[in-house]
């Protein structure tokens, strides 16, 4: 007999549909972030347009902002890594190492945010 390789991985503790639905809760949460970042890139632009004070509106002076550009790849960057792994949720690959795969994305990404951060006073 010659062994063959399986169609599918099936899990035991879940159907089809509560799988999709527990890829969508863990990936929901990252889009938003992505949303959040545009929007925060937008006001910056805003910002800067209109030659509004930073200290005065923020309490923030102008270089201790992040750049709109930098904002925008990162949440770019974001999209393109949850995309993905939702396209890995839909394929024959095994659900739970695409859930891992999304919670360490989650952490390289707040690693990302935190590097960018200005140093202590």
């Not at 509106?57 to 270089?63: P, S, V």
Request: hydrophobic content about 60%; overall charge negative.
């Amino acid at each position: 007999a010659v062994p063959t390789a399986p169609a599918a991985i099936s899990i035991p503790w879940a159907t089809e549909e509560e799988t999709d639905q527990a890829a969508w809760i863990l990936i929901r949460p990252g889009f938003l972030v992505a949303l959040f970042l545009v929007g925060w890139a937008v006001d910056v632009m805003v910002f800067s347009a209109f030659r509004v004070d930073y200290m005065t509106a923020l309490g923030l002076a102008k270089d201790e902002l992040v750049s709109p550009q930098r904002l925008i790849s990162l949440a770019a960057v974001i999209g393109i890594a949850l995309g993905f792994f939702r396209s890995l949720a839909h394929a024959q690959v095994p659900l739970p190492l695409v859930l891992w795969s999304i919670l360490l994305t989650y952490v390289a990404a707040i690693l990302a945010i935190l590097g960018w951060l200005p140093g202590p006073l």
